[in-house]
């Protein structure tokens, strides 16, 4: 009898360890195989076969969501996530580009079946069923190139118009939150941009995709003012009486890795992405409304400052010339069409003339809240200090609060007669015609000073030989030379800045340097010396003064860009570093590895339950969760080790000249350590971990390949554990 129970309970250990090893079979294999078969339910096998093509609307300009090719068939990140889809389940989901808001009234009389990059507002929900998130974007608020209005906080939008496309009912959304705006609508993604462009409109919210587009469409025009702590969740969307194209959808979505998903985004919204659109000629790109604008309009007539150089002027031969008119030349010749010089002989008579619609455009105008009532403006052609001239015998002046009962000269509405008023409104202002009245009534003491721009101050100075002129203080003020456009051709003003986007930099150097260094005959008298001394004096004190601004635009320059390059490498919620850096630290460490032969292990980990965190609490408690997980996770890891936010709730720990062994204790000294933290009021959050050892001749894909499948295994054997995989796919706890 003992001999028969001995028999009984070695089978039965001889079954367990049967029944383990088949288990432990398939689940490997689940993982280690093919993981794109989607087990689909017989309503849902049914539902493809009697639906061959289920058709999801999409707006045409939501580049690079959706891209329209020239046969008419669709690509971008929408359109290869729903080729994956149609791979992983069997059904045939395509894309129908056209206007958003038509998009949704043909849904709704079910001339097609659903929408593709929408959100799940509620609006829709009563003849749509929503898909999870496909693709989750941060919101940002987005100004026009230099950020005019300096919009930096929510505060800053009060007052001010938000231009939101028709339908897009997100956005909508998000600006009825911000009570003190108004809403300007518009129909399409380009007349959006050119509300913000021609000023318009002052902001409008966007995401990762709007830079993409705008420069796409050849209207750089956009700056990020500041981030939103919105997201932007785009779903699909499919008619309501059709559930089982949701779950389709669902369960292919669940069944892509994260990996693949990032993959795609990258594709699509990398700045690599974006160095890869094609500008035409010269740069510049016009879409066909805007080559049918320019192509009715061959002749421009054009105001100019008739004696303002080196910027503008108008010479004996009713010519015009300065750097300015250089710049409109290259214009000229981008767009195609033909600026008609309309000659003055004042600043104050063009201004008229633009006033009573005579001329078109002017040029070298600096914008101003008074000129907003007859004139658009294009973005910046360039930027010139202002300075305060005075005779020799005056000591230089750091405070011009101390000269308010000094009278002080200014061109007749200039900018610099706006600009001062505004910043100095206790000084004494007196009105000249021109440059030239201003400093002859400086020379001959009719005045204190002068007050202009530097590099025509210094031009002028040099011309007409004054010797008793000095540079005695520089103003916190700049001129923005830009070009006004008629207040009823706002259409004109983004053609215009796509021409002057199109200029190079060193074709702006070129024109600068030519007239700067303008040269004059020579001659014997003593007061052409004292002329060149004077001069030598100016372009002295030009020199220290663009040295200084250099400077200190140089320091700015370079903590912008340490700023912004902590910013591309570091990941927002956690300050780790993000996937982009851990990919260069991955490549450095397996070059030297392999040069080295030193051994190389990553460990890739995965918080457990974390979705019922961010359903329970929200996302806010979750992000707050994501933060001190982080925090302790680093606690545990060593100083030679990196570790990231691979994405969503998986961080990837680089281990350099570690061995496969040595990585597996890291791993579970780290597990063990997050184990022992309490969150949430006492809530114990795990993680799972998968662990994998370089491979001789491996490639940096099969080894991320490796680790995934082993963090696979390791959550389905209940979570809470580490698992690896060698070479051979072996995998053990």
Same mark, same amino acid.
């Given at each position: 009898?003992?001999?028969?129970?001995?028999?009984?309970?070695?089978?039965?250990? +001889?079954?367990?360890?049967?029944?383990?090893?088949? =288990?432990?079979?398939?689940?490997?294999?689940?993982?280690?195989?093919?993981?794109?078969?989607?087990?689909?339910?017989?309503?849902?096998?049914?539902? &493809?076969?009697?639906?061959?093509?289920?058709?999801?609307?999409?707006?045409?300009?939501?580049?690079?969501?959706?891209?329209?090719?020239?046969?008419?068939?669709?690509?971008?990140?929408?359109? @290869?996530?729903?080729?994956?889809?149609?791979?992983?389940?069997?059904?045939?989901?395509?894309?129908?580009?056209?206007?958003?808001?038509?998009?949704?009234?043909?849904?709704?009389?079910? @001339?097609?079946?659903?929408?593709?990059?929408?959100?799940?507002?509620?609006?829709?929900?009563?003849?749509?069923?929503?898909?999870?998130?496909?693709?989750?974007?941060?919101?940002?608020?987005?100004?026009?190139?230099?950020?005019?209005?300096?919009?930096?906080?929510?505060?800053?939008?009060?007052? !001010?118009? =938000?231009?939101?496309?028709?339908?897009?009912?997100?956005?909508?959304?998000?600006?009825?939150?911000?009570?003190?705006?108004?809403?300007?609508?518009?129909?399409?993604?380009?007349?959006?941009?050119?509300?913000?462009? *021609?000023?318009?409109?002052?902001?409008?919210?966007?995401?990762?995709?709007?830079?993409?587009?705008?420069?796409?469409?050849?209207? $750089?025009?956009?700056?990020?003012?500041?981030?939103?702590?919105?997201? =932007?969740?785009?779903?699909?969307?499919?008619?309501?009486?059709?559930?089982?194209?949701?779950?389709?959808?669902? %369960?292919?979505?669940?069944?892509?890795?994260?990996?693949?998903?990032?993959?795609?985004?990258?594709?699509?919204?990398?700045?690599?992405? +974006?160095?890869?659109?094609?500008?035409? %000629?010269?740069?510049?790109?016009?879409?066909?409304?805007?080559?049918?604008?320019?192509?009715?309009?061959?002749?421009?007539?054009?105001?100019?400052? $008739?004696?303002?150089?080196?910027?503008?002027?108008?010479?004996?031969?009713?010519?015009?010339?300065?750097?300015?008119?250089?710049?409109?030349?290259?214009?000229?010749?981008?767009?195609?069409?033909?600026?008609?010089?309309?000659?003055?002989?004042?600043?104050?008579?063009?201004?008229?003339?633009?006033?009573?619609?005579?001329?078109?455009?002017?040029?070298?105008?600096?914008?101003?809240?008074?000129?907003?009532?007859?004139?658009?403006?294009?973005?910046?052609?360039?930027?010139? $200090?202002?300075?305060?001239? *005075?005779?020799?015998?005056?000591?230089?002046?750091?405070?011009?609060?101390?000269?308010?009962?000094?009278?002080? #000269? &200014?061109?007749?509405?200039? #900018?610099?007669?706006?600009?001062?008023?505004?910043?100095?409104?206790?000084?004494?202002?007196?009105?000249?015609?021109?440059?030239?009245?201003?400093?002859?009534? /400086?020379?001959?003491?009719?005045?204190?000073?002068?007050?202009?721009?530097?590099?025509?101050?210094?031009?002028?100075?040099?011309?007409?030989?004054?010797?008793?002129?000095?540079?005695?203080?520089?103003?916190?003020?700049?001129?923005?030379?830009?070009?006004?456009?008629?207040?009823?051709?706002?259409?004109?003003?983004?053609?215009?800045?796509?021409?002057?986007?199109?200029?190079?930099?060193?074709?702006?150097? !070129?024109?600068?340097?030519?007239?700067?260094?303008?040269?004059?005959? !020579?001659?014997?008298?003593?007061?052409?010396?004292?002329?060149? /001394?004077?001069?030598?004096?100016?372009?002295?004190?030009?020199?220290?003064?663009?040295?200084?601004?250099?400077?200190?635009?140089?320091?700015?320059?370079?903590?912008?860009?340490?700023?912004?390059?902590?910013?591309?490498?570091?990941?927002?919620?956690?300050?780790? $570093?993000?996937?982009?850096?851990?990919?260069?630290? &991955?490549?450095?460490? &397996?070059?030297?590895?392999?040069?080295?032969?030193?051994?190389?292990?990553?460990?890739?980990?995965?918080?457990?339950?974390?979705?019922?965190?961010?359903?329970?609490?929200?996302?806010?408690?979750?992000?707050?969760?994501?933060?001190?997980?982080?925090?302790?996770?680093?606690?545990? *890891?060593?100083?030679?080790?990196?570790?990231?936010?691979?994405?969503?709730?998986?961080?990837?720990?680089?281990?350099?000249?570690?061995?496969?062994?040595?990585?597996?204790?890291?791993?579970?000294?780290?597990?063990?350590?997050?184990?022992?933290?309490?969150?949430?009021?006492? !809530?114990?959050?795990?993680?799972?971990?998968g662990v994998a050892e370089f491979g001789k001749d491996e490639n940096y894909q099969s080894m991320l390949k490796r680790?995934?499948?082993?963090?696979?295994?390791?959550?389905?054997?209940?979570?809470?554990?580490?698992?690896?995989?060698?070479?051979?796919?072996?995998?053990?706890?």
């Amino acid at each position: 009898m003992n001999h028969i129970h001995f028999v009984i309970k070695k089978r039965g250990i +001889l079954l367990v360890y049967l029944w383990s090893a088949c =288990l432990f079979f398939l689940l490997s294999n689940s993982s280690l195989a093919n993981t794109e078969q989607i087990i689909l339910s017989a309503e849902e096998k049914s539902f &493809i076969s009697q639906h061959p093509t289920i058709v999801l609307g999409t707006d045409k300009s939501w580049e690079p969501y959706v891209i329209v090719t020239p046969d008419g068939g669709t690509s971008g990140y929408d359109a @290869e996530i729903l080729s994956r889809i149609n791979q992983l389940t069997g059904a045939n989901f395509t894309l129908s580009a056209g206007k958003w808001s038509e998009m949704q009234l043909k849904v709704k009389a079910h @001339e097609i079946d659903g929408l593709s990059t929408g959100t799940a507002a509620a609006e829709r929900a009563s003849y749509l069923n929503f898909s999870t998130p496909y693709l989750t974007l941060q919101k940002s608020v987005f100004v026009s190139t230099g950020n005019p209005l300096a919009i930096k906080t929510p505060e800053d939008l009060q007052n !001010k118009t =938000l231009v939101i496309q028709k339908g897009n009912l997100s956005d909508i959304k998000l600006a009825e939150q911000y009570k003190n705006t108004h809403i300007l609508y518009v129909d399409t993604v380009e007349e959006l941009f050119s509300a913000i462009s *021609t000023g318009a409109a002052d902001a409008t919210f966007g995401n990762g995709a709007t830079l993409y587009l705008a420069n796409k469409l050849g209207m $750089p025009y956009l700056n990020v003012a500041f981030h939103l702590p919105q997201q =932007l969740d785009l779903v699909f969307g499919v008619r309501k009486d059709w559930p089982a194209a949701i779950s389709i959808l669902n %369960k292919a979505l669940a069944t892509l890795s994260p990996h693949e998903k990032v993959r795609i985004q990258t594709t699509w919204f990398s700045a690599q992405s +974006l160095s890869q659109i094609k500008s035409k %000629k010269n740069g510049l790109t016009l879409t066909s409304y805007e080559k049918n604008l320019v192509d009715k309009a061959p002749h421009i007539h054009m105001c100019v400052g $008739p004696n303002w150089l080196p910027f503008t002027s108008i010479n004996t031969d009713q010519t015009y010339e300065g750097v300015t008119a250089d710049f409109m030349a290259i214009i000229s010749e981008r767009l195609s069409t033909n600026f008609t010089l309309v000659p003055t002989s004042q600043w104050s008579e063009s201004i008229t003339l633009m006033k009573e619609k005579s001329c078109d455009i002017i040029t070298a105008i600096t914008p101003t809240q008074a000129r907003t009532k007859f004139l658009n403006f294009t973005q910046p052609v360039l930027t010139s $200090p202002i300075v305060l001239a *005075t005779r020799q015998d005056q000591f230089f002046i750091t405070d011009l609060n101390s000269i308010t009962d000094k009278p002080i #000269a &200014i061109i007749k509405n200039s #900018a610099a007669a706006s600009l001062v008023k505004q910043y100095y409104p206790q000084l004494n202002i007196v009105d000249v015609a021109s440059i030239k009245e201003g400093l002859m009534n /400086l020379s001959e003491e009719k005045v204190f000073a002068y007050i202009d721009s530097l590099e025509v101050i210094a031009h002028n100075v040099s011309k007409e030989h004054y010797v008793n002129i000095k540079i005695s203080s520089t103003l916190p003020i700049e001129f923005d030379l830009a070009i006004g456009v008629r207040k009823d051709w706002p259409e004109w003003v983004p053609i215009l800045n796509k021409a002057i986007q199109s200029i190079s930099e060193e074709d702006k150097r !070129k024109i600068q340097n030519h007239w700067i260094g303008i040269k004059y005959e !020579k001659g014997f008298d003593y007061s052409l010396i004292w002329g060149t /001394l004077v001069v030598i004096s100016v372009l002295i004190f030009l020199v220290i003064y663009r040295y200084r601004v250099i400077a200190g635009y140089n320091t700015k320059l370079e903590e912008l860009n340490q700023k912004l390059a902590k910013q591309a490498m570091t990941d927002q919620l956690t300050q780790l $570093p993000n996937r982009y850096l851990l990919d260069q630290e &991955i490549q450095r460490v &397996i070059a030297s590895s392999k040069r080295y032969q030193e051994p190389f292990s990553m460990v890739l980990f995965d918080l457990d339950y974390f979705k019922d965190i961010n359903d329970k609490y929200g996302h806010q408690v979750g992000d707050e969760v994501l933060m001190h997980v982080s925090s302790e996770m680093g606690r545990a *890891t060593r100083d030679a080790d990196l570790l990231g936010r691979w994405g969503g709730e998986e961080f990837l720990l680089v281990c350099p000249k570690t061995s496969l062994s040595g990585a597996l204790k890291l791993a579970n000294k780290i597990r063990v350590h997050l184990a022992q933290q309490r969150f949430l009021t006492g !809530k114990k959050i795990t993680l799972s971990a998968g662990v994998a050892e370089f491979g001789k001749d491996e490639n940096y894909q099969s080894m991320l390949k490796r680790l995934d499948d082993s963090l696979y295994i390791a959550k389905q054997s209940g979570r809470n554990t580490v698992r690896y995989s060698e070479t051979s796919n072996e995998n053990e706890r």
